[in-house]
C-alpha cells in the first residue's frame, strides 16, 4: 500500500487517487482512502495530506466528505513546501493548488 504515499514524518501524502471512469460512482476512491487512512492508523502516522487543483468544483468538496481540510498556506509544513516545489518543477504550479490535510 505505501508505494503510492510519500513519507514526511508523522503523515503521509496520497500522490496519486483516480478511479477509471467505467468504476466512477461506486466509492472505490472512498474505500481506497478509507484503506490507507487504516494502514496508516497502524502505522502511528498521524495525519494523511495530499495536494488537488483547488478549482476544479469536485475535488475538495470531495476530499472534505472523506475528512481532509484545506491547509493555510501559513501552515504549511516543511514538507508539504517540498511537495509544492516538486509540483512546480512538474509544471503542477500553473493551476492553482489547495494543500488539504485529514487528521487521523
Avoid at 501552515?75 to 512546480?88: C, K, P, S, V
Wanted: glycine share 8%.
Amino acid at each position: 500500500m505505501p508505494d503510492y504515499t510519500i513519507r514526511h514524518g508523522h503523515t503521509d501524502d496520497l500522490q496519486v487517487i483516480r478511479t477509471i471512469e467505467r468504476h466512477a460512482g461506486q466509492r472505490l476512491g472512498q474505500a481506497l482512502i478509507n484503506a490507507v487512512s487504516e494502514w496508516a492508523r497502524q502505522q502511528g502516522i498521524s495525519a494523511l495530506t495530499l495536494t488537488t487543483f483547488g478549482e476544479v468544483p469536485w475535488n475538495a468538496p470531495y476530499y472534505k466528505t472523506l475528512g481532509f481540510k484545506a491547509i493555510p498556506v501559513t501552515n504549511e509544513t516543511a514538507g508539504l513546501r517540498r511537495i509544492r516545489e516538486e509540483e512546480r518543477k512538474h509544471g503542477l504550479d500553473t493551476w492553482p493548488r489547495l494543500y488539504m490535510r485529514k487528521d487521523l
